[in-house]
């Protein structure tokens, strides 16, 4: 049921994505529904399902960006492990733990983005800093809208207990 | 079959690191790739193959939305259109048929003007603006009176012919009797022989003509015009066509005369200011 919720959630990013691209080309600059969905999942504390959540849905970000194939599936993992981690040691429930998770995340994520494309392309990402910022504010706030709404319509927690053992 | 238990990483850190490794190497394939000119790597071929549905379901269907949203906005625009046009369509009809009446009017007005000039005596024009034709008395009211000149005993025409004479006077309005009207009674000749006599209305739509010997010759479609013998109406004003002229009882034919004039349709008239026969003269016996 979860794999089954979390297609559907990649469904949905791949389709935001191909919407933004093709009505508003530099809304992705700002926005990354991929994390909101990787965030989603990892949430859950299962360390092991949120790395290959995050790689798929990293690859499949990476298919349809310009970027160097694995780099945003590089990138979401890095996410996809550290919010798994914490969430399987730390119960963090409600919409600002939410909140929270996704920042962290989202700077994770630009930071990891940041640091390979200057390795592997030797290349200076422009106006990182300011776009780090809006990026995480309204990724943030619109995964918080989808996060209520969930629970408010769907009336369930997003994240049932799943976690595993420690020594899993 | 299954996988053996140890093929399966036992920690997830473990597993997280060689999926990054894999990452990595996967990442340096593609950036060395872009160098030689294939930009895309099998694997990442592959991918987009698999979810290549979606963005092309998307793109149909923003671009669908994009043709009705479109065609809504051309139908409104075309619904604007068209109601601007109708009401240019009324606007313009409605002027045409303004510019129709106004030449109508103005082609009226030039014959009778024309007409008017033929005559030596002052005229004033006038519009009926009362019109009693259904009753056995006919007559019309004149939206001018003595103010403007209008005697009784005045004649009153138009382009087609005589209409008859003002029996009553106001400031601004003058009746006028018809010359179909039962009392009306009207000096007249036969154009073709010169024959004179007496045009008395029938009080229904036609006039007799009295006073024509049976042995003259007078015939069906012969023109009917005023004498001038009568002290009212001028000479050679068309009254109408004998319609029948038969033999009489007594020594004088009965004649029916139709008048020159269509009084359900007299729109302007010329009242002619005649010169009266002062009454001592009329009275005068010898």
């Given at each position: 049921m979860r794999w089954l919720r979390f297609a559907v959630g990649l469904l949905i990013a791949l389709t935001l994505h191909s919407l933004l691209d093709s009505?508003?080309?530099?809304a992705l600059a700002f926005f990354n529904p991929y994390v909101i969905l990787v965030v989603y999942y990892s949430m859950g504390g299962n360390v092991f399902g949120a790395i290959i959540a995050g790689v798929i849905a990293g690859l499949v970000q990476d298919a349809y960006s310009?970027?160097?194939?694995g780099l945003h599936a590089f990138a979401l993992t890095v996410c996809a492990y550290a919010v798994a981690s914490i969430n399987s040691r730390l119960v963090l429930r409600g919409t600002l733990a939410f909140g929270a998770c996704l920042v962290g995340a989202v700077i994770v994520n630009e930071l990891v983005i940041y640091i390979l494309v200057n390795i592997l392309l030797k290349q200076k990402v422009e106006m990182f800093e300011q776009g780090m910022i809006v990026k995480t504010v309204f990724t943030c706030l619109f995964g918080m809208i989808v996060y209520l709404l969930l629970t408010l319509f769907?009336?369930?927690?997003?994240?049932?207990?799943?976690r595993r053992p420690a020594g899993w | 079959m299954a996988a053996p238990a140890?093929?399966?990483?036992?920690?997830p850190t473990l597993l997280f690191i060689v999926v990054l490794a894999l990452l990595f190497f996967l990442m340096s394939l593609s950036s060395r790739t872009r160098y030689i000119g294939e930009t895309r790597t099998m694997f990442e071929r592959s991918v987009m193959i698999l979810f290549a549905p979606i963005p092309k379901t998307v793109n149909w269907a923003g671009q669908s939305m994009s043709d009705v949203y479109h065609g809504y906005l051309d139908m409104r625009r075309s619904v604007g259109e068209n109601l601007q046009l109708h009401r240019q369509i009324d606007e313009l009809t409605t002027e045409n048929l303004r510019l129709r009446q106004s030449e109508g009017d103005l082609r009226r007005l030039r014959s009778l003007l024309g007409y008017s000039e033929e005559f030596t005596m002052p005229t004033t024009m006038a519009e009926p603006v009362m019109l009693d034709i259904?009753?056995?008395f006919k007559s019309i009211i004149l939206d001018?009176?003595?103010?403007?000149g209008i005697e009784v005993n005045d004649a009153v025409v138009n382009a087609s012919g005589l209409i008859g004479r003002v029996v009553l006077t106001t400031k601004d309005m003058a009746k006028v009797q018809l010359?179909?009207?039962?009392n009306s009674s009207v000096g007249v000749?036969?154009?073709?022989?010169?024959r004179q006599g007496v045009l008395r209305g029938d009080g229904a739509a036609g006039a007799q003509l009295y006073d024509?010997?049976?042995?003259?010759d007078v015939k069906p479609g012969d023109v009917v015009m005023t004498?001038?013998?009568?002290?009212i109406y001028p000479k050679g004003i068309p009254v109408g066509v004998v319609t029948k002229a038969e033999k009489g009882q007594d020594l004088f034919k009965t004649i029916v005369v139709r008048p020159?004039?269509?009084?359900?349709?007299?729109e302007e008239v010329i009242v002619l200011h005649t010169r009266k026969i002062p009454n001592d003269v009329v009275r005068y016996t010898p």
């Open positions: 009505f508003f080309p530099n310009g970027a160097m194939f769907l009336r369930e927690e997003p994240i049932d207990a799943t | 140890d093929v399966i990483p036992r920690r259904s009753g056995r001018r009176g003595s103010n403007t010359i179909t009207d039962g000749l036969i154009d073709r022989t010169r024509i010997p049976s042995l003259s004498a001038g013998i009568d002290g020159s004039i269509d009084f359900g349709s007299i």
